[in-house]
Nanobody, 126 residues
């Protein structure tokens, strides 16, 4: 059984930083992709950042490029999202997701992911 558990959310002022973590268990695929998604109230869920577990290639939404960094610690089975220079528009519930295969150019595509965490709230005040 696959489980993804996010942590690290919270409230921060604009310009601040947070690091989200996602601890994964039960993933037995030899290579696959993982990603971070977010959903703000009244909006659709959107892809923020994605990474291939083999090779480490990454992709980011234009809105977070240069501010967010996705990384993976395979030894700890943990996915991270370092968020710097946070803006009020970054306020959302953030979700960790894992696919059962490598997604390549589709790493930010929500429907390509099979497993999801419960989410962690990030609130950025101005």
């Amino acid at each position: 059984q696959v489980q993804l558990v996010e942590s690290g959310g919270g409230s921060v002022q604009a310009g601040g930083s947070l690091r989200l973590s996602c601890t994964a268990s039960g993933l037995t695929y030899s290579s696959y992709s993982m990603g971070w998604f977010r959903q703000a109230p009244g909006k659709e869920r959107e892809g923020v950042a994605g990474i291939d577990t083999v090779g480490g290639s990454t992709d980011y939404a234009d809105s977070v490029k240069g501010r967010f960094t996705i990384s993976l610690d395979n030894a700890k089975n943990t996915l991270y999202l370092q968020m710097n220079s946070l803006k009020p528009e970054d306020t959302a519930m953030y979700y960790c997701a894992a696919a059962s295969t490598r997604l390549w150019a589709w790493v930010l595509m929500e429907r390509a992911y099979r497993y999801w965490g419960q989410g962690t709230q990030v609130t950025v005040s101005s």
